[in-house]
């Protein structure tokens, strides 16, 4: 399968621990973006990589959110302490380079916080 | 900001009959304007994209949707629609010259029954 990978798919944490998610983009893709969808809702851009540079950042990604491209391949989001607002799909897409260029999107990670 | 609205929560339609799921959006500039479909456990699946040129434009499993400017409307349509094609579709637009966000509306439930 060559498309956009999560890990896990599903998560369940009790408030206030730390959880992190990993993304694979598409091997020939530079580009990476994270989401976020809460249900009955469309997703909700978090933040964006051009190779390892994080480049955009949504209000939406508050200090307990850190997100990383160590090397421009895979990334992780990291949420702390949680809280039960937190609880929702995070969803990874990928693209080439280019505004015109569509993004591909992987499965999610569902979020339950407790 | 750009915003998209789907100003129907669900659409329905018997199985042969043409669908049409509506999406206005608001940007500053040209627009990139993209429909996604979304299965349930499954990541958002893209459908086709308007970038220049000709208003209407095809793609995926026969759906095609119409770029109007003056109406700043891009609804997705199919001539003859099938069962399999029940899910949630998202409209998402990206300004042409600001940011890599994609911008997504609510969702419309679309139902085909036969």
């Known amino acids: 399968d060559t498309g956009v990978s999560q890990d896990p798919r599903h998560k369940i944490t009790k408030r206030g621990q730390n959880v992190t998610f990993r993304c694979d983009p598409i091997s020939e893709h530079n580009r990476l973006y994270w989401y976020r969808q809460t249900l009955g809702q469309g997703p909700e851009f978090l933040t964006y990589f051009q190779n390892e540079a994080q480049l955009e950042k949504s209000r939406l990604l508050s200090d307990r959110f850190s997100a990383e491209r160590p090397k421009g391949s895979f990334s992780t989001l990291e949420i702390q302490r949680t809280e039960q607002g937190d609880s929702a799909m995070y969803l990874c897409a990928s693209s080439l380079e280019g505004r015109s260029n569509e993004q591909y999107f992987g499965p999610g990670t569902r979020l339950t916080v407790t | 900001a750009q915003s998209v609205a789907q100003p129907e929560d669900q659409v329905n339609v018997a199985e042969g009959n043409p669908l049409t799921v509506k999406c206005t959006y608001s940007v500053s500039g040209n627009p990139y304007l993209f429909w996604y479909v979304q299965y349930p456990n499954r990541g958002l699946q893209f459908l086709l994209k308007?970038?220049?040129?000709?208003?209407l434009v095809k793609g995926s499993y026969g759906f095609e949707a119409e770029f109007n400017k003056s109406q700043t409307s891009f609804h997705l349509k199919k001539p003859s629609a099938l069962v399999s094609d029940s899910a949630l579709y998202f409209c998402a637009v990206r300004p042409y010259n600001a940011g890599n966000m994609l911008t997504f509306g609510g969702g419309t439930r679309l139902m085909v029954k036969p």
């Open positions: 308007y970038i220049t040129g000709d208003n």
